[in-house]
T-cell receptor, first 110, second 112 residues
């Protein structure tokens, strides 16, 4: 069974600190990995995609991928209260098919 | 209108009713999806259409019936649902199957 695991949280981080969100996956052949953000009562929105081992930076967000260890993480620097949301990790299983984690709820405390 | 729009946003129906959810995308994408989101559970892919052709049907009960008349519109026809079908139903679109999905705001369904 192909799975994506995330700690459900909530993860509480002080404003201005670094928030670190982690995700592990079971399918070794997966090549594409995504982080989506979902605000309460809203739909998911894509914030980062990563396809190669290493780090990918976009503004305050950094995605990290380690295929050998089968984990992908998302770092949020200088966390803001507006970053409070549920973060969903998704891993491509095949064309058109993503396997989703249940999400980590992040709370940024002012 | 821009992005992906879904109607209705909220729907309450009895177990014997027939209703439909509608989705429209204005992004020029060629793939459209129906997902089910239940509390504390991962998103569940229900159906995928690529250029109007259904490419995935993840063992969804027949009381859910999708329809894709063209690459911009997607419907989910509902009949004789069960209370456990109560959930948020999300429509999404993408260019090819690249995993970069654009979601609509969802239709919150309650089955009494």
């Amino acid at each position: 069974q192909k799975e994506v695991e995330q700690n459900s949280g909530p993860l509480s981080v002080p404003e201005g600190a670094i928030a670190s969100l982690n995700c592990t996956y079971s399918d070794r052949v997966s090549q594409s990995f995504f982080w989506y953000r979902q605000y309460s009562g809203k739909s998911p929105e894509l914030i980062m995609s990563i396809y190669s081992n290493g780090d990918k930076e976009d503004g305050r967000f950094t995605a990290q991928l380690n295929k050998a260890s089968q984990y992908v993480s998302l770092l949020i620097r200088d966390s803001q209260p507006s970053d409070s949301a549920t973060y969903l990790c998704a891993v491509e299983y095949s064309n058109y098919q993503l396997i989703w984690g249940a999400g980590t709820k992040l709370i940024i405390k002012p | 209108e821009t992005g992906v729009t879904q109607t209705p946003r909220h729907l309450v129906m009895g177990m014997t009713n027939k209703k439909s959810l509608k989705c429209e995308q204005h992004l020029g994408h060629n793939a459209m999806y129906w997902y089910k989101q239940s509390a504390k559970k991962p998103l569940e892919l229900m159906f995928v259409y690529n250029f109007k052709e259904q490419t995935e049907n993840n063992s969804v009960p027949s009381r859910f019936s999708p329809e894709c008349p063209n690459s911009s519109h997607l419907f989910l026809h509902l009949h004789t649902l069960q209370p456990e079908d109560s959930a948020l139903y999300l429509c999404a679109s993408s260019q090819e199957g690249d995993g970069e999905l654009f979601f609509g705001e969802g239709s919150r369904l309650t089955v009494l």
